[in-house]
């Protein structure tokens, strides 16, 4: 049958059945209300705590990505009780395709202060070129994402299939690039604190060395004053391990970073099939590859705030670069 056919679908019937529509199904209750839900709370949480610790931009960044999330999936739940809804359809297409990148920004704004907190000279990248080439790159990828979902969204829940594939191509090529951000992201963190491992292990065994060395108290006073320039020279935490509470707060933007990195490579084949192909039917995937791994992301965020567990992140105390 013709796409053509359903352009008058409102609703549910004999000659617009669920099939028809773009998903084919009728979305989970139980799983989309838990979403919208659990999404509600964390951004509750994030303003609140945002709000109290005076983390502004990083709780405007992920304050959006979290709205976002809640908003698509109140659209969902509204395609449950009707699959032809255009609001619903509208509401989930922009919202689930933005909402990931303002949750990568928020990731973006923590690399500086990490950067100058562990040691500035360990990153191939200056310090305060994190925001403007990261951030950048991901607003580069939210504009396009959001024509895609625009031109998409216009199309709505039936069959001007130019529209649709045009918003697709639009909505692949966002994702795609955001994935590409957040790769060559990973790849120059990971080098900086490859970087500064090596420097604190060099500085250990020298100092482990030295201590071996049978030394008159002269050799012991340039031996201490020796260290202290070079604790000068690498102020940041070299020679001590780091506060549990920054640990924590690492692998917690590491584990989000992870997340949402699946999130944009599972949607890229998603969205590459066209509308209403068999991956983008499959809702145990969706919610799997997307909701879940989104929803841990913004656990993370919440679980291990900077506000908390990374103080040089607040407005009062932040770093000059």
């Given at each position: 049958?013709?796409?053509?056919?359903?352009?008058?679908?409102?609703?549910v019937?004999?000659?617009?059945?669920?099939?028809?529509?773009?998903?084919?199904?009728?979305?989970?209750?139980?799983?989309?209300?838990?979403?919208?839900?659990?999404?509600?709370?964390?951004l509750?949480?994030?303003?609140?705590?945002?709000?109290?610790?005076?983390?502004?931009?990083?709780?405007?960044?992920?304050?959006?990505?979290?709205?976002?999330?809640m908003?698509?999936?109140?659209?969902?739940?509204?395609?449950?009780?009707?699959?032809?809804?255009?609001?619903?359809f509208?509401?989930?297409?922009?919202?689930?395709?933005?909402?990931?990148?303002?949750?990568?920004?928020?990731?973006?704004?923590?690399?500086?202060?990490?950067?100058?907190?562990?040691?500035?000279?360990?990153s191939?990248?200056?310090a305060?070129?994190?925001?403007?080439?990261?951030?950048?790159?991901?607003?580069?990828?939210?504009?396009?994402?959001?024509?895609?979902?625009?031109?998409?969204?216009?199309?709505k829940?039936?069959?001007?299939?130019?529209?649709?594939?045009?918003?697709?191509?639009?909505?692949?090529?966002?994702?795609?690039?955001?994935?590409?951000?957040?790769?060559?992201?990973?790849?120059?963190?990971?080098?900086?604190?490859?970087?500064?491992?090596k420097?604190?292990?060099?500085?250990?065994?020298?100092?482990?060395?030295?201590?071996?060395?049978?030394?008159?108290?002269?050799?012991?006073?340039?031996?201490?004053?020796?260290?202290?320039?070079?604790?000068?020279?690498?102020?940041?935490?070299?020679?001590?391990k780091?506060?549990?509470?920054f640990?924590i707060?690492?692998?917690?933007?590491?584990f989000?970073?992870?997340?949402?990195?699946?999130?944009?490579?599972?949607?890229?084949?998603?969205?590459?099939?066209?509308?209403?192909?068999?991956?983008?039917?499959?809702?145990?995937?969706?919610?799997?590859?997307?909701?879940?791994?989104?929803?841990?992301?913004s656990?993370?965020?919440?679980?291990?705030?900077?506000?908390?567990?990374?103080?040089?992140m607040?407005?009062?105390?932040k770093?000059?670069?």
């Amino acid at each position: 049958m013709p796409k053509s056919y359903y352009d008058h679908c409102t609703t549910v019937t004999p000659d617009c059945p669920v099939s028809g529509t773009l998903y084919g199904y009728y979305p989970n209750l139980g799983a989309n209300a838990f979403f919208a839900a659990l999404f509600g709370i964390l951004l509750l949480a994030q303003l609140i705590i945002g709000t109290y610790t005076r983390t502004w931009t990083f709780m405007l960044a992920v304050g959006i990505g979290i709205f976002g999330e809640m908003v698509g999936y109140i659209g969902r739940l509204i395609m449950h009780g009707n699959p032809w809804s255009d609001a619903g359809f509208e509401m989930q297409i922009c919202c689930l395709v933005l909402a990931p990148s303002f949750l990568a920004a928020g990731i973006y704004l923590t690399l500086k202060h990490m950067v100058l907190y562990c040691g500035p000279e360990y990153s191939r990248l200056k310090a305060k070129y994190y925001p403007w080439i990261f951030i950048g790159s991901d607003l580069g990828s939210i504009i396009v994402q959001a024509i895609g979902g625009g031109v998409a969204a216009s199309a709505k829940n039936n069959t001007n299939r130019s529209l649709l594939t045009a918003g697709d191509a639009l909505i692949i090529t966002g994702i795609a690039l955001q994935s590409v951000t957040m790769s060559i992201c990973g790849i120059v963190v990971l080098d900086f604190f490859r970087s500064r491992r090596k420097a604190r292990s060099e500085e250990q065994e020298k100092e482990m060395v030295g201590a071996n060395v049978d030394a008159t108290p002269k050799a012991d006073t340039e031996r201490t004053t020796d260290i202290a320039l070079d604790a000068r020279t690498l102020p940041n935490t070299v020679h001590t391990k780091s506060p549990l509470r920054f640990r924590i707060f690492c692998w917690a933007i590491g584990f989000a970073f992870v997340t949402i990195l699946i999130r944009c490579i599972y949607r890229i084949p998603e969205m590459a099939g066209g509308w209403g192909n068999p991956r983008m039917r499959d809702e145990p995937v969706f919610l799997g590859l997307d909701g879940a791994m989104v929803a841990l992301a913004s656990i993370a965020f919440t679980v291990a705030h900077p506000g908390f567990m990374f103080p040089p992140m607040r407005k009062e105390k932040k770093v000059r670069s």
